[in-house]
């Protein structure tokens, strides 16, 4: 089975811009997550989506947004980009959620000048 | 809420020499607990994943872990470091029914020849 994949791998951004990262997880997984990677704060939880529907969410301002498509394929919005959003985003999926294991792709690396 | 406490941001053990990474965790309901490993510029793969059939569980490239929930730690070890094993390592807590995961800050592991 193919693994979770993330699109794209590097992305590079002014502030004030938007972007839009990709994640598509494993075949016949339902559950999709996100996290926010920076060297000061961690691994830190942006929200969870299972069956189109957001399920969960961390504490990030409204800037953060994401949908989830009916394939399970899901994206994650950034606007008006600030210089602290520069981090590495994880997709993480999982069968049903709910403390199952999740499996992360790669990441997508963006930086914000 | 949950937490998770990794002890020591760094260790560097020898080629050879067991590897010790602590790991506590809080959590008011029985907790899922796992253990990733990062290599640089990927995402996150998981060693192996506590859910209380077992209190030592086994994982990939010769890893383990043992809960101990009067201690509330999932500390892992591998009796003999590989240079490969070279990594940062993040324990992570779930409950069930949530798929939020909280992550420890990390551990980075130093190998040396």
Known sequence: KAGVTQTPRYLIKTRGQQVTLSCS?????RSVSWYQQTPGQ???????????????????PGRFSGRQFSNSRSEMNVSTLELGDSALYLCASSLEGGGETQYFGPG???LVL | AQS?????????VSEGALVLLRCNYSSSVPPYLFWYVQY??????LLLKYTSAATLVKGINGFEAEFKKSETSFHLTKPSAHMSDAAEYFCAVSSSGYST???GKGTMLLVSP
């Open chain 1, 25 to 29: 997880p494993i075949s016949g997984h």
């Open chain 1, 42 to 60: 961690g691994l830190q939880f942006l929200f969870e989506y299972f069956s189109e529907t957001q399920r969960n969410k961390g504490n990030f």
């Open chain 1, 108 to 110: 997508t690396r963006l």
């Open chain 2, 4 to 12: 998770v406490t990794q002890l020591g941001s760094h260790v560097s």
């Open chain 2, 40 to 45: 640089p510029n990927q995402g996150l793969q």
């Open chain 2, 101 to 103: 995961l909280t992550f």
